[in-house]
């Protein structure tokens, strides 16, 4: 194999290109835990990352994986044998079922046909029937990873309510949250469950629970035993500015910086951008004669584009190709979806120009490998692209 | 406040200051964990993580804190309502035993002054008292961080063998690995937990579980719920070069370059330095007329020293003066030692002159805060280590 | 103005963007320049260099920018008054021109069109007519950076040889070394200029004269006073792996990976790559029907492209639109190109599809700036980039 | 060899340690050098530096090691043959003499004894007999990094005025600035020079010429031959935030956080932290038994201690030991002094703890090397420096 040249373009749905900032600030002395420095450190992030998830009320910060925060939410408000509603929107809803599982709880799934996001009238069906409140939970992948489909949590909420449903609703936004316009207070959710290493740019290492005041009700009494995940004491220390446990200091750094980064630049514009480059993207796709897999432009998603490749053709081998040819990741097809598509992240720190070259690479790398396409994906997406910024630059003008 | 004036001591027992090198080998973009360069990586550190173990069984690498690397050793390996019989070392070993108790176990203490290592004879003697061996798993703290004593773990081994017992033996390696000799499968231990903060000179971010056939035999029928920390499915796809879920990519990088450094040091030669750092310091702390925490010498850490306060004088008081008037920051008594005890720490990137500096601090400190000491304990530890070099030197020069 | 979004695109023809290695080489505290360490570094670094530069004999590091080594070159090897004849290739070799004017040197300059590379008939003519050898040194500009046209330096030894004349040839290779194919002995060139901020991907600060034993043998009679730049002291003490002022050591380290970094990847195929991105970049820039400032072929540049503007439209307010829409650096038109040209670099740690990013920026750019144009300039790109692997992919398959 | 073990010591007088934040700040991309966001970091180190050197005049900032801002001081304000008055201070001066002579002017020297800063007595009556006022400069160091004495500028400069003399007067404070108390216009100065690697903690690369009207206005006159380093388009760009050639970027950037980490700490506390770490090392220095090179008190400095070896001991040897068993690296004796003295660097990013490691080592070093001295030198130095906290901490309470 010959080596790489220039920079590597790490467009997998995540972990994201970590700005240079970010790996800076992290780039320092690990701190006394204990220390003043460190509390004033950690009282700026526990406050700063509320306004990333929308929310007045605590975030738990965990030194761990998406996965650890999925665990965590279930086993802080559920109690062994539990009934909880999920909906298969992909493989990761999946995995988080399988999860819920292994910990003795008893997740019910809403079949999914792994292209659209939940459905809110499914799941007020389900609660609808559930007369006996059997049903504690009900959680949903706001951003399907595995597919790009986003579903309406709003709309969820509201599912729930029409239903007169008490369950606690658990949202899954580690690859839509600071990429996708979320809001854990005004959307009701108990709580949500995010990562560090996708829109929030980080390295992985750090994830999230954003917990309502009703999930912190429902962990007082709930059964599950817990210990690294417990919210009671992180709470409790968290307000004086320290952890129970050695937190990730030098990840708690990068953070600092990635708030920071996400309010210079403005949340708002963030998931302009993010929305832009997922239109300019499925143009692309579209001009290629491919098939974007999301079949709902409802739930199109701004983190990723899940593309599905030609029959015959195998995902991997041409993201192999690419990878070979062009030095780009893009991200595979997952369980049932392996092989049969290829999905290219477009979250994070990215612009319009790392999107050009990102679709660059996979229209190039189509070429290369042989499969079946039409010229003129980065064409559409330019041509959007710039008709973006003149429609901006007319506003502004017009301001 | 008055700005802190040059390089901060970070002299508490861990975290540890992180090597240039390995803050340098994080600060790289993170890469696609599915991809080949990752597969190379981790393929990398987790061969190398059994050199530092001293064992050529598997080690699990966690996203977590230490703090998880004890839960996963015991959800793994038990079952609700099983005995575990721990040793009262001091406040990390009772923290251990609280989180078993909150995971439905019911640990046993034998209990300890918190001025000792553990003892394998009581161990022993309660072993052999449990005839039908209701005892799952004997857990001990190998270096106990809170009060810096070192308990004897070949003789646990022994004394378990000698009761004829079949318990685990899982040991609390989290301030002692890669500063104090450790023998994973020498001694037979069944899961040892470690941390990357300390010894490993890393960020904290990472923990550590190396498992030996029979703990991971146990693990097959262990009841506790558990999926983040589940080896099982770690194991399997830890053998191919990959992780179950996403891992701390960048804090693996970080552990890649720490294996190296540790090696082209050399173990043992970083063992004895460690060894050499603790007994000059405890010759620092007698020649002030303190008293060393630790009452016996055969149980001396190399990784930290906690010294006794003369009575009437407050060691956070003390702490405070250090590190604002000498910008160093000494390990805090924790919980029955609260006030009584300051540690430092002497473990992982550090050397003759930057102890020099630690001991200059405390000495100093002593001064500026008004507690009554007599001077020469930097005097002391400078005429131990230079004789220590000048043996050395003659050594080289019999060579 | 708005916060850039992502990642900035330098693509300015120099400084251009310094690779994370060698940034993080950089990022180390600086050693002892009197210390065994400092010395395996420089003889590495003054070893490694020569290998970049294609020569056996030495060449001379400054911490400087490459102006500097413009005025060594000439104050080592010529006396007040001497003759120069030099070639007006553009805006770079008008400065040398002027710095050597400034000297108090007698510069001779053969006009150019400032759209073609140095023509070695004029010179080999004017050499003849200088019967009395007054010139005593002929400079060339390999890669003139305002223009990206290439002179033929081997065609110009064969002119001086021709010519039958004893003038030292000086070459400037800022912009074209690590870039484009050079070779300082091969060539019989007698001083080379080079600079770290381009084709060597370290940031400005370090410059080079590689140095013939020819103009070494002049430097001992040249009478221009001298002392920093003087390579006598320099090549002494470099010998022995020192320098005879303070260093800046750090920008040896970079430059120490940078060598690395460039035969890991192999100079002949870091050469092929700049050649293919100036022809990719040539093709987008005659379907954007727009006009490359080179009009030789045989002179185009793979380090950079000089782009006129249609009349009436200023280069600098296109530029302008570019750096807020896209957030892309382009290179403005100097002196008397100034508004009239942009440049595109296309050098040093690039890849195709930075280059298609790129070549995006200015497609879109155009657009917005409302500068008329054609589309299809990034499209004829792809295709030539793409087709580049295919052949490569079959000729590594027929091996 | 064994590999060093922990952090190293840089305490030879400069290069110096330099901080984290400072690597961290130059360990980010190059950015276009013609740019909105250069001009802005531009016109803030260029306002910035004044304050370190109390200047309201110019400074110029050149990419090039200290001797070249020497070469920059004489060759804008000399013309070939032009007397210039110096003091033998050391090493550095008989440098900067030698380096005047190969420029073509007839520096003269008041001869010194490298034990004393220069005479402002013997200046004046220099001065006073060149009637003619053929002296047109006279140039002292103000720190003379070869013995660490301190030449009194401000009564140098009353010197020159009590003679009458127009001379400039021209000042090297390499390895003063930002560490000993300095005032270029309350004193007079017309050109200082300056370099980065000191106090002001960067790496090497950056030089500086602070320069008055008074000089400026010689410059239009003198003859030297100049580019690189003339002040006349460098003034005039920088105006605008900008350069004539490639500026050191990334080095600025570092400048950039140096010059804001001098102000947080205050400039007048680095000066008392200088002094007060030159004061306990003396301290050391004489209870070791040992003699201080510097034999007048008022000149003692406080970036450095020269400290002469017993008669029959050889100060390269000892500092070997110190390296190969304490990992620091001390100051060698330069030319006469060579073998004879070593030198402790306390300048920098440096502290009480720093310099007690940094004194440790010197004494465990004089054990280890067998060279004759009494211990107590870094009891003596604590002793002072826990006084100093102590009266600091009483002043603080009393206001």
């Known amino acids: 194999m010959t080596t790489p040249q ?28 204990r220390g003043p420095e460190f509390q004033a450190l950690a009282l700026r992030v526990l406050a700063g990352i509320r306004t990333i998830f929308k929310t007045e009320q605590p975030v738990v910060i965990y030194p761990a994986s998406g996965t650890g925060a999925w665990e965590a939410a279930l086993v802080n408000s559920l109690s062994a044998g539990d009934r909880v509603l999920m909906f298969e929107t992909g493989h990761f809803a999946s995995l988080w079922k399988a999860l819920a599982e292994r910990l003795g709880l008893q997740p019910e799934f809403i079949a999914g046909d792994w292209r659209h996001g939940a459905d809110p009238a499914a799941i007020e069906a389900r609660l609808r029937e559930d007369r006996g409140h059997a049903i504690k939970a009900v959680c949903v992948v706001h951003n399907e990873t595995s597919t790009g489909c986003v579903s309406p949590i709003g709309a969820v909420r509201k599912a729930i309510d029409a239903a007169g449903h008490p369950a606690l609703l658990m949202v899954d936004t580690i690859s839509s949250l600071a990429s996708i316009d979320y809001r854990h207070d005004e959307w009701g959710v108990d709580v949500t469950v995010g990562g560090s290493q996708k829109g929030l740019m980080l390295p992985p290492g750090l994830s999230f629970n954003a917990v309502s005041e009703k999930a912190v009700a429902a962990s007082k009494t709930a ?65 290629w004669g491919l098939e974007v897999l999301c079949q709902e432009p409802a739930h199109y998603s701004g983190s990723l584009t899940a593309v599905l490749m030609p029959a015959g053709h195998d995902a991997d081998r041409f993201r192999g190709t690419v990878l070979d040819a062009f030095n780009m990741s893009l991200g595979n097809g997952l369980s049932k979806l392996a092989g049969r598509v290829f999905r290219i992240g477009h979250l994070g720190h990215f612009n319009d120009l790392t999107l050009i070259g990102t679709l660059g690479g996979v229209e190039m790398g189509l070429e290369v490998a042989g499969v079946p396409h039409k010229a003129g994906g980065v064409q559409a997406a330019m041509d959007f692209l710039a008709q973006q910024q003149e429609s901006q630059a007319a506003s502004h003008a017009a301001e």
């Open 223 to 287: 059964g599950l035993p817990r210990s690294y995940w417990d919210w009671g004491e992180m709470l409790a220390i968290n307000a004086k500015g320290f952890f129970p446990f050695t937190p990730a200091t030098n990840l708690l750094y990068g953070l600092d910086a990635a708030i920071d980064m996400l309010h210079e630049e403005g949340l708002e514009r963030v998931f302009e951008r993010h929305a832009r480059h997922g239109e300019a993207t499925r143009r692309a796709v579209r001009s």
């Open 6 to 33: 220039g920079r590597h373009f790490l467009q997998i749905p995540g972990p994201t290109n970590v700005p240079d900032r970010v790996l800076r600030a992290m780039d320092r002395p690990t701190i006394d835990h």
